[in-house]
Nanobody
Framework: QVQLVESGGGLVQPGGSLRPSCAGSGFTFNMYAMAWYRQAPGKERELVAAITSASERANYADSVKGRFTISRDTSKNQFTLQLSSVTPEDTAVYYC?????????WGQGTQVTVSS
């Protein structure tokens, strides 16, 4: 049974940092590209960052380039999204996902709120 479980969301002040992570189980982690999406209230879900199966390449949405970093630890079946220099526009539910561009499994989501 494939499972993706996010953790590490929360409340952060503008300009601060946060590091949500996602633990995968029930599949061979290093065979899949993985991704983070986010969905803000009233908006469509958008792709934030993706990383290839061997971590040789990462891609980012223009809105987060230079501020967010995606990484993976295959030994732990885990990948993370380092959020830095956050703004209120980064407030959203963040979802980890398996497979890019064809996503077949999603985590339950973790709320990130940027507010002073």
């Amino acid at each position: 049974q494939v499972q993706l479980v996010e953790s590490g969301g929360g409340l952060v002040q503008p300009g601060g940092s946060l590091r949500p992570s996602c633990a995968g189980s029930g599949f061979t982690f290093n065979m899949y590209a993985m991704a983070w999406y986010r969905q803000a209230p009233g908006k469509e879900r958008e792709l934030v960052a993706a990383i290839t199966s061997a971590s040789e390449r990462a891609n980012y949405a223009d809105s987060v380039k230079g501020r967010f970093t995606i990484s993976r630890d295959t030994s732990k079946n885990q990948f993370t999204l380092q959020l830095s220099s956050v703004t209120p526009e980064d407030t959203a539910v963040y979802y980890c996902a398996r497979g890019v561009p064809s996503t077949d499994y999603w985590g339950q989501g973790t709320q990130v709120t940027v507010s002073s």
